[in-house]
C-alpha cells in the first residue's frame, strides 16, 4: 500500500504572495496542475491559487485581472494532510471537497501536493466504494497560522 509521503510531488512549483497573476497562469498552464500553493519565505503554507479562481478573475474582470497579484485570488481553506495520514484518508478528503489536490503540510510548513492523479497512476486499490460516507475527519484539517496571527513582517512579505 502506498503512503502520501510515496505519492506526493515533494517539489511543487510554489508561488510567493506577491507573484504576479501573469506568472500564476504561465506555472499553472506549465505544470497542467489545478492549484498551486502560496508559502511564506520560509515555506509556510498559506493558501492555494486554483486554475478556477483565476478562469473566474479573468472572466469577471478581463485582462484588469493580471493587475492582481496571487494573495488577491488565493483560498485559505483548502484542506491539507500529513504525512500520518492515509491515502484512503486524502482521497476522502479530495472527495468530499471535491478537489484534485492536497497540500500536504507538517507543522505549518508545505512539504508537498498531492493529486487524485498521482494516486491513479500509482494504481492505489482504493475505489470509491470504500471511502466513508460520514464526513471528513477534524483532524485532516490543520490549523495554518493567519498572517494576522503570526508575525508578518514587511521583509518577509517583500521576500516572499
Known sequence: MHTIDELMDSTPM????????TEAAHELARTSTEALPLCDPHGYFLGVLTHAGLKHALGSMGDLAYSLRAQHLMTTTTPVVS?????????????????????????????????????????????????????????????????????????DLEAA
Not at 510554489?14 to 497573476?21: C, H, K, V
Not at 478528503?93 to 491513479?120: C, D, N, W
Open 14 to 21: 510554489r508561488l510567493r504572495m506577491d507573484s504576479p497573476l
Open 83 to 155: 504525512t500520518d495520514h492515509t491515502v484512503d484518508e486524502a482521497l476522502s478528503l479530495m472527495a468530499t471537497h471535491q478537489i484534485e489536490y492536497l497540500p500536504v503540510v507538517e507543522e505549518g510548513v508545505l512539504q508537498g501536493m498531492l493529486t487524485s492523479r498521482a494516486i491513479a497512476a500509482a494504481d492505489a486499490p482504493t475505489t470509491i466504494a470504500e471511502l466513508p460516507e460520514t464526513g471528513t475527519d477534524p483532524s485532516l484539517t490543520l490549523d495554518r497560522p493567519s498572517l494576522s496571527s503570526r508575525s508578518v513582517s514587511r521583509v
